[in-house]
């Protein structure tokens, strides 16, 4: 017997949200999963040093649906790429485990993207701090003059996506990259996909504390400046940029 196609592969990296895990896995069960013919739920674990992995392994004795990816502290980028490579499914939901993206309003938006070759929600009242909301809008900034028109919210954790155009975007991404959810928003773009915009509600972080603080925030952002302006010279990207200039 074939086996039956996954029509949505939900993709989340988790590193210490032992707080917010269950909840995370619970609200993809109840907000998105009956919405979608048949869907999973591929975790990545990237080295949590607390509970994590042993919550996410009582939740799959449970539950079938849910793929555990174990794999050494690398990074959130590489933990990203690492779930949506994995995925099986025909279409690809990226999202973060700290819940800071409220579900709620994902049959909306599923019915939004049918119409569409990808969705990319906005967080039209975001709940971070005054430095990530002032790094965001540089970023978005940044990328205007670099990349011309982009999508609102490129990095936003909630993008609905064909696997075959992630398939597309990844060689230009690479394995290792800090950045895919906003250079696959922009290959996107560059693409000439269509892409439709879509408001989501926005909730404090729950959970674990982002370590992007201080040092480490100051380094993130020249390393995002850097991976930003190598993806831009990549000649499949030039190539694109030509293309839809």
Not at 36 to 63: M, Y
């Amino acid at each position: 017997m074939s086996e039956v196609p996954v029509q949505l592969s939900i993709v989340m990296p988790a590193y210490n949200e032992e707080v917010a895990i269950a909840a995370a896995v619970d609200d993809i069960l109840r907000d998105v999963v009956p919405h979608v013919a048949s869907a999973e739920i591929v975790v990545v674990n990237d080295g949590s040093k607390d509970r994590t992995l042993a919550i996410l392994q009582e939740i799959a004795v449970r539950e079938p649906r849910l793929t555990i990816i174990d794999r050494q502290n690398g990074g959130h980028g590489p933990a990203v790429i690492t779930g949506l490579n994995a995925a099986r499914g025909e279409n690809l939901l990226q999202l973060d485990s700290d819940r800071q993206i409220d579900l709620s309003d994902f049959a909306a938006a599923w019915a939004a993207y049918s119409q569409a070759d990808a969705l990319i929600g906005i967080r039209a009242d975001r709940k971070d701090g005054l430095v990530r909301g002032i790094i965001s809008r540089t970023m978005r900034i940044v990328l205007r003059v670099m990349f011309g028109r982009v999508p609102r919210d490129p990095n936003i954790p909630f993008k609905l996506v064909k696997r075959a155009d992630w398939r597309r975007a990844a060689p230009a991404i690479g394995d290792n990259n800090p950045l895919p959810s906003v250079l696959l928003a922009l290959h996107l773009a560059k693409s000439g996909a269509k892409i439709v915009q879509f408001p989501i509600r926005h909730r404090a972080r729950e959970g674990s504390v982002s370590e992007l603080r201080g040092w480490k925030l100051m380094k993130f952002c020249m390393l995002a400046g850097r991976t930003l302006l190598a993806f831009r010279m990549k000649p499949e990207v030039r190539a694109l940029r030509a293309r839809t200039a």
